[in-house]
């Protein structure tokens, strides 16, 4: 059987430490860099995301937000540049195993582009 996607998001896990400041770039792929015809390096395969809005939320496992950013408002927490964006964040004071999405909205479309779990780690002072 024969997948289509619309977008396939790219599967990303989050590793941090509780009381740590979140600030992580990432890139968006057009594609893994699997197939040999379209190499992950070539910029041309990268998705340009200047003038859309990123939202980004955490949930806990049983689907509470437990915390949303975004590159929208008068301070985002989230800046893009073409293909990266960067997430910067107090963090998270509890550690816990979150699921996250990555939302790309342009104009009216809506489409998910990156997601995974966040792991909160206990932190050892």
């Known amino acids: 059987m024969t997948l289509a996607y619309n977008i396939q998001p790219s599967h990303v896990d989050i590793i941090i430490k509780a009381g740590d400041t979140l600030n992580m770039t990432f890139r968006a792929l057009l594609n893994d860099g699997s197939d040999p015809a379209y190499p992950a390096g070539d910029p041309y395969y990268y998705y340009d995301l200047s003038g859309m809005q990123l939202d980004i939320k955490f949930k806990r496992k049983d689907g509470l937000t437990v915390k949303s950013i975004s590159s929208g408002g008068i301070a985002p927490a989230v800046t893009i540049a073409a ?8 963090g998270f004071a509890v550690p816990d195993v979150l699921d996250y999405d990555v939302q790309v909205t342009d104009g009216t479309d809506i489409f998910t582009i990156q997601e995974g779990e966040c792991h909160v780690k206990k932190q050892i002072t």
């Open 83 to 90: 293909s990266l964006y960067n997430m910067t964040d107090t």
